[in-house]
């Protein structure tokens, strides 16, 4: 089992990163160095082909850094294909009924948790010589499944949702809820406060995980202490563009500060 599965059956706090346009493998040994347990890669509104996709998971298998794989859609071609390119697990994104998350488990999984197809790709086991069975219980064991709760009609029928049997996480998409709850971009605002509530006590009650991908460190740690252990911070792209502005800013300002100095008498 990988070592994030490990961790949210075990209630620990884990931490990771969206990568949404770094294709290069070596944005992996960064992140894991950088001290993440775990990346998602958008394949949802980014431009990741398998073949990229793969690459980047056979880094992270070697670093035992967890690579999950936001999908775009709960189509079965999108989610075994995905899976048999190595991922560890999936996020689903726009989940809504428990029908479609059951759809989402009968893709995602072997029998008898599902009706995945077999092929054993060398990647998704190391290479290890398994029985058909032994692959096929590994795998269900291993693979993580993650629910991106971004809608109204989710909140309303989350309970259902995370007692779907091989649902492991619940994780709120706050810009999509927050529109889809008419207080568009205001994740403070009581409404969201309330739902993303809601989702974080309905996994407590079924066993799952509860988390949230955002930008504001702030608001992570508020949810952390109210029981969310997927903590997702930020993207690539956005924690190179704050670091990379801090410094220009910073250097601007020596820089002004030292054209003052060599005008003074």
């Known amino acids: 089992m990988n070592r994030v599965k490990r961790a949210l059956r075990e209630g620990k ?12 493998p070596e944005v992996a040994r960064i992140m894991a160095a950088a001290g993440f347990d775990f990346v998602f890669i958008d394949a949802e509104h980014s431009t990741y082909s398998l073949e990229a996709i793969s690459d980047i998971v056979r880094v992270c298998k070697g670093l035992d850094l967890a ?23 999936l996020m689903v994104p726009r989940v ?4 479609v998350v059951r759809a989402i488990v009968q893709a995602a999984k072997y029998p008898p948790l599902g009706e995945r197809g077999f092929g054993p790709r060398g990647i998704v086991t190391d290479y290890r010589e398994m029985s058909v069975r032994d692959r096929m219980e590994a795998v269900n064991e291993d693979t993580v499944i993650v629910l991106q709760i971004e809608r109204k009609r989710a909140i309303e029928n989350i309970d259902q949702m995370v007692s779907v049997r ?29 739902a993303i509530q809601r989702v974080v006590d309905a996994c407590r009650r079924h066993g799952a995980a509860s988390g949230i991908h955002i930008r504001d460190m702030e608001k992570l740690l508020f949810w952390r202490e109210r029981g969310m252990t997927l903590l997702t911070y930020s993207t690539d792209t956005a924690m190179i563009m704050e670091a990379a502005t801090g410094a220009v800013k910073r250097l601007r300002e020596g820089l002004g500060a030292q054209a003052q100095n060599r005008q003074l008498p």
Do not use: Q, W
Not at 67 to 89: N, Q, S
Not at 96 to 99: C, K, V
């Open 96 to 99: 809504e009924t428990p029908e």
């Open 166 to 194: 091989g649902v492991d996480a619940a994780l709120i998409g706050p810009n999509d809820l927050s529109i889809s709850l008419g207080v568009p971009g205001e994740h403070g605002h009581p409404l969201m406060v309330e």
């Open 13 to 24: 706090v884990v931490l990771g990163t969206m990568l949404t346009e770094f294709k290069d």
């Open 67 to 89: 690579c999950l794989v936001r999908v775009a859609d709960p189509e079965y071609h999108l989610i075994a294909r995905t899976l048999d390119a190595g991922a560890h697990g």
